[in-house]
């Protein structure tokens, strides 16, 4: 086919309107002097300037939002040591107005300043304080080793049951009319007849009074010293002072360990010479101090004398 137009070359050939994957990266020359790429700046706004600082806030503020920074032991300290300052001021403000008006030294008028005497030592001897008078001993003749009760005059009352002393432990015939138990301190148990006076109408328990002995007798006769105790102790307790006293009884117990003295009393009342029956005994009760048992009837009550023969029968530790 003959060429058309005027052309010194062939036909053009195909070109592909995009690169094939496998087409080789296309070098691109840049000319040495523009290598370097500058970017434009923008325009600047004016010298730097710091951000503005957050408002202040005021200290009560700033406490309060420290508050959860601060430990709370602390915290407790700062709280404490606030009080204790509170309460000094407190204790200086409530207590200043006791302070004396005047200066120190100074006295109310109308009042006259007296020194105070000095002591000195007096040549003499020192004056020594009177001694606390103590009770007269009370004097009794010599207790018999061993001595049968005798049956006393009068008529006995009728024994209605047992009396059981649960704080001496002890044992003994409750009497019948007239007797009465009634309460009669310092005893923890009382049987007794008409009004309290002395001498009294009564049978009684109880420990025995004062301290107790150094050691426990082993025996039935180690307690016989022992009651004659506790006959001093009625006498200068439970009788007319001065009384003076007769032996009428003098054995151990019949039962168990322990000792019973009966003894009629003398005394004078209104002028009167009169006496009573009286029975003391001391009974071991598994204690260092032994439990006492009481009685006494005075002349009055003499056909009740009977009564005292029943009780040294009938009184035993539990």
Same mark, same amino acid.
Do not use: C
């Given at each position: 086919?003959?060429?058309l137009?005027?052309?010194?070359?062939?036909?053009?050939p195909?070109?592909?309107?995009?690169?094939?994957?496998?087409?080789?990266?296309?070098?691109?020359?840049?000319?040495?002097?523009?290598?370097?790429i500058?970017?434009?700046?923008?325009?600047s706004?004016?010298p730097?300037?710091?951000?503005?600082a957050?408002?202040?806030?005021?200290?009560i503020?700033?406490?309060?939002?420290?508050?959860?920074?601060?430990?709370?032991k602390?915290?407790y300290?700062?709280?404490?040591?606030?009080?204790?300052?509170?309460?000094?001021?407190?204790?200086?403000?409530?207590f200043?107005?006791?302070?004396?008006?005047?200066?120190?030294?100074e006295?109310?008028?109308?009042?006259?300043?007296?020194p105070?005497?000095?002591?000195?030592?007096?040549?003499?001897p020192?004056?020594?304080p009177?001694?606390t008078p103590?009770? =007269?001993?009370?004097a &009794?003749?010599? %207790?018999? *080793?061993r001595?049968?009760? #005798?049956?006393?005059?009068?008529? +006995? $009352?009728?024994v209605?049951g047992?009396i059981?002393?649960?704080?001496t432990t002890?044992?003994?015939?409750?009497?019948?009319?007239?007797?009465?138990?009634k309460s009669f301190?310092?005893?923890?148990?009382?049987?007794r007849i008409?009004?309290?006076?002395?001498?009294?109408?009564?049978v009684?328990?109880?420990?025995?009074?004062?301290?107790a002995?150094a050691?426990?007798?082993?025996?039935?006769?180690g307690?016989?010293?022992?009651?004659v105790s506790?006959?001093r102790w009625?006498?200068?307790?439970?009788?007319?002072?001065?009384?003076?006293i007769?032996?009428?009884?003098s054995?151990?117990?019949p039962?168990?360990?322990g000792?019973?003295?009966?003894?009629?009393v003398?005394y004078?009342v209104g002028g009167k010479?009169? =006496?009573?029956?009286? &029975?003391?005994? %001391?009974? *071991?009760?598994?204690r260092? #101090?032994?439990?006492?048992?009481? +009685? $006494?009837?005075?002349e009055?009550?003499?056909?009740h004398?009977?009564?005292?023969?029943t009780?040294?029968?009938?009184?035993?530790?539990?």
């Amino acid at each position: 086919m003959a060429d058309l137009g005027d052309h010194n070359h062939g036909p053009e050939p195909y070109k592909p309107t995009q690169d094939a994957p496998t087409t080789p990266f296309q070098r691109v020359e840049v000319p040495p002097g523009e290598q370097t790429i500058r970017v434009p700046r923008p325009q600047s706004a004016g010298p730097f300037r710091p951000p503005p600082a957050p408002p202040r806030r005021g200290l009560i503020a700033r406490l309060v939002t420290g508050i959860g920074d601060v430990p709370i032991k602390l915290a407790y300290l700062v709280g404490a040591v606030v009080v204790t300052v509170l309460a000094v001021v407190l204790v200086f403000v409530m207590f200043s107005g006791d302070q004396p008006d005047g200066p120190a030294g100074e006295v109310e008028p109308g009042r006259k300043l007296v020194p105070v005497p000095s002591v000195t030592p007096s040549a003499g001897p020192t004056p020594t304080p009177a001694p606390t008078p103590t009770p =007269t001993p009370i004097a &009794l003749p010599p %207790v018999p *080793e061993r001595m049968a009760f #005798k049956t006393l005059p009068g008529k +006995a $009352s009728k024994v209605s049951g047992r009396i059981l002393d649960k704080r001496t432990t002890i044992s003994y015939p409750r009497l019948g009319k007239p007797w009465k138990a009634k309460s009669f301190p310092p005893f923890s148990i009382a049987q007794r007849i008409g009004k309290v006076a002395i001498p009294h109408t009564m049978v009684v328990s109880a420990m025995l009074p004062g301290d107790a002995p150094a050691e426990k007798p082993k025996t039935s006769d180690g307690y016989r010293d022992i009651a004659v105790s506790a006959v001093r102790w009625s006498l200068r307790t439970q009788h007319p002072a001065g009384s003076t006293i007769t032996w009428t009884g003098s054995q151990k117990m019949p039962v168990g360990k322990g000792w019973m003295l009966g003894y009629q009393v003398r005394y004078t009342v209104g002028g009167k010479p009169q =006496t009573s029956q009286a &029975l003391a005994v %001391v009974i *071991e009760i598994g204690r260092t #101090k032994p439990a006492m048992l009481l +009685a $006494s009837i005075p002349e009055s009550g003499k056909s009740h004398w009977r009564d005292i023969n029943t009780l040294v029968k009938g009184v035993r530790p539990v």
